[in-house]
């Protein structure tokens, strides 16, 4: 990892994922999660002073450990237990069926693989468990996704593998989970590329 992707992107994103908006859209989103919990893709720790009361405990991946003293001091003021380790979400070695709930915030757009990643969170999901997503990707424009696609390459470049031309919907039902709930939306004041935003739940599903 070069210095960039390891001294500079970290302050970086965690500086623009703190801000005020983000975290309103944070509370929004970990409004319903309760019970035994794995987040994917935890980066800097930004969720957990939204988690509700309902949460008994946090198991936290992810591919890099970013800010380690800053991420330190954040799960020590979490009032449930943290797990933070360091592991891939395309392989997760936990039981079938071990979560009541799932998270991803902003984390599919920078997973290499999101389907095969988002199958293991499938079958690491109770068959009663809820899948919740805030993430941004593809936008229904015409117009802003061929921008987005023009500008995906740089983008990956810049922030270090994230992907602004994402269909989250569609990797999530590739993935075998049902979507319950979504909501599609532009947050306000971001670059309209940036900003496509999708927030919902999904279960299990069938399959
Ligand atoms: C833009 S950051 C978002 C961090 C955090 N979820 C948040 O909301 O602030 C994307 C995160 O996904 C992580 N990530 C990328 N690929 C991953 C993978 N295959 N498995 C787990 N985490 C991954 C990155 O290391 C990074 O921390």
Same mark, same amino acid.
């Given at each position: ?19 005020? #908006?983000? #975290?309103?859209? =944070? ?5 319903? +999660?309760?019970?035994?919990?794995? @987040? ?16 008994? *405990?946090?198991?936290? +991946? ?49 997973? #290499? $693989? ?33 921008? #987005? $696609? ?5 983008? =990956? ?6 992907? +602004? ?7 999530? *039902?590739?993935?075998?989970?049902? +979507? ?15 900003? @496509?935003?999708?927030? %919902?739940?999904?279960? =299990? %599903?069938? %399959?």
């Amino acid at each position: 990892m070069g210095f960039y992707a390891k001294h500079v992107f970290p302050r970086v994103m965690d500086w623009m994922l703190r801000g005020p #908006q983000h #975290q309103a859209e =944070r509370e929004t989103v970990l409004r319903s +999660i309760r019970g035994d919990v794995l @987040e994917v893709g935890f980066g800097t720790g930004l969720n957990l002073r939204h988690y509700p009361p309902g949460v008994t *405990r946090l198991t936290a +991946i992810d591919v890099a450990t970013m800010l380690p003293l800053r991420v330190a001091r954040r799960i020590a003021a979490a009032p449930f237990p943290v797990t933070r380790t360091e592991l891939s979400g395309e392989r997760l070695p936990f039981p079938d069926a071990q979560f009541d709930c799932v998270v991803t915030t902003l984390t599919l757009c920078s997973i #290499q $693989d999101p389907v095969p990643a988002l199958r293991e969170m499938r079958r690491v999901l109770k068959p009663d468990g809820t899948y919740v997503f805030l993430e941004h990707g593809r936008s229904d424009d015409a117009r802003v996704a061929r921008r #987005q $696609d023009f500008f995906n390459p740089l983008q =990956r470049r810049l922030a270090c593998g994230c992907n +602004i031309n994402r269909r989250i919907d569609a990797l999530v *039902r590739e993935a075998g989970l049902e +979507i319950r709930s979504l909501e599609r939306y532009v947050l306000e004041g971001a670059p309209r590329m940036m900003a @496509e935003m999708y927030r %919902g739940a999904a279960g =299990r %599903g069938e %399959g």
